[in-house]
């Protein structure tokens, strides 16, 4: 089974790279990512391909070529981790008080 | 004035990286399904994601919500792109060793806070985490299917048309960890 993934180097994506490295069923990893994916790289796994993609709004023929077969993805990007801290910090901050 | 515009170009950023990239994606990924087949796309929300913001409603929770919104209608649209949501809560990625060398909180100041307050939150508000590796694991099996008969057939899942909104409390449950 062939998977893509975005946000591959935040921490949801990490963890969804990780899974999917650990699973026998899948055969393609397709990683979209601005910028090169460390635990890609550390990982050696042939499984893994990172395509350097710059604009999120654009699948030009030629990227839906190198994704063809897929028949999934996860949509890690941009989750905000950021954000979703901030808000579990500002809870957590209150709930002490 | 300033600082009203930058709030502006700063929300305007958030709504293009949230909601356009993931929609042109869907859109585009959609004509990799085959032939009577389907492709399973799994957009990764947040916890308190809303479909029914208010006015002190917070920028990501009102976004998400809007995406999850935006990728059910692309879903409805195209029948064989199989849209579907979760919404994480705190991910929590203590236990998780093997991605601790590729997490790299940006600021000093949230590593203490996730030092700090990460076991006082784990202990008042378990069912809030989100422990990364069963996430991790959860979403990749979304992303194959694993988890659609369940889903698509099960009546505790909210849903916005055919697209499934599965909760922080979903996840866990349907990974066993309550």
């Known amino acids: 089974m062939h998977l893509i993934l975005t946000g591959a180097t935040g921490l949801v ?3 969804v790279l990780n899974a999917m490295m650990g699973m026998e069923d899948v055969s393609q990893i397709s990683i979209l990512s601005r910028r090169p994916v460390k635990m890609a ?3 050696n796994d042939p499984r893994i391909r990172v395509i350097l993609h710059q604009d999120f709004t654009e699948y030009n023929a030629d990227l839906l070529t190198q994704l063809r077969g897929a028949s999934g993805c ?7 981790q950021n954000t979703v801290t901030r808000e579990w910090v500002a809870y957590a901050g209150l709930s002490c008080i | 004035m300033y600082l009203i515009g930058l709030t502006d170009w700063e929300d305007r950023e958030y709504v293009r990286i949230t909601t356009t990239y993931a929609v042109a994606a869907a859109q585009a990924f959609e004509t990799l399904a085959p032939e009577g087949g389907s492709f399973q796309f799994v957009f990764v929300s947040g916890e308190g994601a809303t479909l029914e913001p208010g006015m002190f409603t917070p920028l990501y929770a009102r976004i ?7 990728l ?6 195209s029948p064989r792109l199989h849209a579907n949501t979760v919404r994480p809560g705190f991910v929590d990625w203590v236990e998780h060793d093997v991605i601790k060398p590729y997490v790299s909180p940006r600021a000093f100041v949230k590593q203490t806070a996730i030092t700090l307050i990460g076991p006082i939150y784990r202990a008042a508000f378990p069912g809030s985490c989100s422990p990364s590796q069963p996430l991790g694991k959860f979403l990749a ?3 194959m299917g694993k988890w659609e008969e369940e889903i698509s057939g099960g009546s505790g899942f909210g849903k916005i048309g055919e697209f499934a909104i599965v909760t922080n409390h979903d996840f866990r449950r349907l990974s066993g960890l309550e």
């Open chain 2, 72 to 77: 059910a209608a692309v879903r409805k649209a």
């Open chain 2, 64 to 70: 998400k919500g809007e995406t999850e919104l935006a």
């Open chain 1, 13 to 15: 994506g990490s963890a």
């Open chain 1, 41 to 43: 790289e550390d990982a």
């Open chain 2, 141 to 143: 099996e979304m992303a």
């Open chain 1, 74 to 80: 996860v949509w890690a990007l941009g989750t905000g």
